[in-house]
């Protein structure tokens, strides 16, 4: 496109339509751009053809997606292609920016960059999986590599992208809705309490599913402490949805499930919840445990503070970088007595108290128009000067 027209056409390329951490970023990103005046397009390859999980401002765009059957490899190789055959129509083509959240979609535009049919585009690097795969950590290096230009949400990412492939990125970080996120009570609350058979508590939710970077065996050894000393706690493990196999340690976790003596309903996974039922699940916790081994950012941290519950969180980067010592209740994610402590902390007072109204200031600092204003120079610098 030739012009000086300010207001950008912009497609947002993720790896999914579910509710996944660089899923809801693409989301509220294209909301906080929208509201900026601009015109982004969110993306996703779309083999059940539902859409994607949340309405927003923005528009989104499901892309055809065809059935796969084999490993992971397969499945990832089968979406770059989807993606890759769709954006070949120029008329879905019509962009300022192309804008990939993921390996997967970063691959498709590496392609199409290399075919003539774009001319660059950019990519978030929320964090960098440790594939046991080598070619799919070829594909993600080459999603990296081939990138005109970069950004991270934590300067962990940005250093470590610096030091291990000498490409610069810049730090947008995430945001969070305080209007959708907060303390007041909702009008399906309950409802989801009784639908989940939640007790009295005290309840301490994990959100990721079973997955070993979210750390769920150590969540369950630490919650299997915890529910010594509060016989009516119960651990709710919600979400899951992700396109990796993690049937091994799903596994290993439902052995150590079995062998660890709780009563039947002290443990409840959810699966994945409608988007409508996120806030009230925020808000019925009574402690977030969030002790993850390697993380981009960690969104849910920050719905959950905004939703005045305090959360246990690794002391580790990127958490260190933008939560304070008295923000959050620290614990050694590879010690489950550590995680245990830290929640038991979390729950009572004077430290509760505490953790809550720190939490809150920290949410009402991180918000989506400022991670949205952030993208802004970058954006006009990869701009299309015409159609291919």
């Known amino acids: ?58 528009a989104t765009r499901s892309v055809p997606a065809s059935p796969v059957s084999g490993d992971v490899v397969a499945l990832v190789e089968a979406r770059i292609a989807d993606y890759v055959r769709h954006f070949e129509d120029v008329a879905n083509r019509q962009y300022d920016v192309f804008h990939a959240q993921d390996g997967i979609s ?7 960059k290399q075919r003539g049919l774009i001319q660059r585009y950019v990519r978030t690097v929320h964090h960098i999986d440790a594939f046991k795969d080598e070619r799919l950590c070829e594909l993600d290096r080459r999603s990296i590599v081939h990138a005109d230009s970069l950004f991270v949400v934590s300067r962990f990412w940005q250093e470590h992208l610096k030091a291990e492939m000498s490409r610069s990125a810049m730090l947008v970080g995430n945001g ?109 916790a009574d402690v977030l445990l969030f002790p993850s081994l390697r993380e981009g950012f960690g969104l849910a941290v920050l719905e959950e503070m905004a939703s005045g519950v305090p959360a246990v969180v690794s002391h580790i980067a990127p958490f260190t970088e933008y939560l ?26 004077p430290l509760r108290s505490r953790l809550i109204a720190n939490g809150a200031r920290v949410a009402r600092h991180h918000d989506w128009s400022r991670t949205a204003t952030a993208h802004m120079a970058t954006y006009q610098d990869m701009r299309e000067v015409h159609y291919a």
């Open 106 to 112: 970063g691959n498709a535009l590496a392609t199409l």
């Open 324 to 349: 304070g010592p008295d923000d959050a209740a620290w614990c050694d994610p590879h010690h489950a007595g550590s995680i245990a402590d830290a929640a038991l902390s979390a729950l009572a007072e």
């Open 1 to 58: 496109m030739s012009g000086g027209s300010s207001r950008l056409r912009i497609a947002i390329l993720t790896h999914s339509t579910n509710p996944r951490g660089g899923v809801v970023h693409a989301l509220a990103l294209a909301d906080a751009l929208a509201h900026l005046g601009h015109r982004p397009v969110v993306h996703a390859p779309d083999p059940a053809g539902k859409g994607f999980f949340r309405r927003g401002v923005a």
């Open 176 to 284: 969070v809705d305080t209007g959708r996120y907060s303390p007041i009570a909702g009008a399906g609350d309950q409802a989801l309490r009784a639908r989940l058979g939640l007790r009295a508590g005290p309840i301490l939710l994990s959100i990721g599913g079973v997955e070993q970077r979210k750390n769920t065996l150590g969540i369950l050894e630490a919650f299997r402490q915890v529910y010594a000393v509060h016989r009516s706690a119960q651990l709710v493990i919600a979400g899951g949805a992700s396109l990796l196999d993690h049937g091994l340690y799903r596994q290993q976790f439902e052995a150590r499930l079995r062998d660890a003596g709780l009563p039947a309903g002290a443990v409840i996974e959810t699966g994945p919840l409608i988007d409508a039922d996120m806030p009230s699940l925020f808000r019925l």
